[in-house]
């Protein structure tokens, strides 16, 4: 009898702890999510306040609409741009910059760890702004240097508007990847090290043949880092550019934004295309799973 007594006050406890994660989970998470995939189904443009008070299920016409729009797919090729500079650029640059930390390779590294990560704490507007009054106005610091040096290619950032966007984003994002490689690179035992180094391995043979394989984990951590930060991108580009000139430099987030709050309200539009985001990341980590797999080491 007091076996029983004490596995039902075990399972009470347990969901006396349970219960409340589990319920703020699926309010917070879970409920919103289903609602939006929902809301993409039907017509909804915000009810009596906008002029329609019936809601109907109108099926997949929200998605064929958006696949059929020019815009969607400049939007997710510039996505794909941040990926791409995100995972190819922010990890290798944030890894090489630990290894030399750790490595103590140079001087005051200290100073230099805490000026690589300060971009991290400072707000995403204020950086837009920033960097928006040095490259992108007509007056800016970047096309007064450009034309000292070469007045044709004073203009060149209107053809390829996306290149600034993308080098504030590798500088103010790589210092989070450098503390990540730093606290996991302190967590390799220094004897294997040493004792590569007795048996004649050099910087290049202890990098490729002791680091990445015990850091291919915190390697694909950093990949699905990047690759949910890069499509959730909103704040620096809407301070920076608004997705101008010419939508040259819209995104998803944004693209979806304005398809929500713009001038005509498309509420089951924006929902769509926050749908199909949700869906390019899942794949997008797959295949950076079957990568790891396939390619990667284990911690």
Known sequence: MANL???????????????PAVAIYFSVMAFPTIFSVVLSLTNYNGGRIFGNSRIALVGFDSYIQTFRDPDFYLALRNNLFIVLISVFGQI??????????????????????TMIYLPNVISPVIIGILFKSFYLNRDSVYMEIVKIFNPAVAFSLNKYPMIPVLVVMLWMYTGMYVIIFLANI???DVSVIEAAKIDGAGELQTLRYIMLPALSGVIVTGAI??????????????????GGPA????VLSLYMYVKAFGTS?????ANAISTIMVAISFVLIGLTRLAEKRFGGRE
Do not use: C
């Open 5 to 19: 007594t004490t596995k039902r006050e075990e399972r009470l406890s347990y969901l006396v702890l349970v219960i």
């Open 92 to 113: 290798p640059l944030g890894f090489i910059l630990a290894y030399i930390l750790s490595r103590q390779m140079v001087k005051g590294t200290d100073f230099f760890q």
């Open 186 to 188: 302190q967590r390799i």
């Open 225 to 242: 880092l990047a690759i949910s930060g890069s499509l959730k991108s909103f704040d620096l580009l809407f301070v920076m550019t608004q």
């Open 247 to 250: 939508k040259q430099t819209s």
């Open 265 to 269: 309200v498309k509420y089951p539009l």
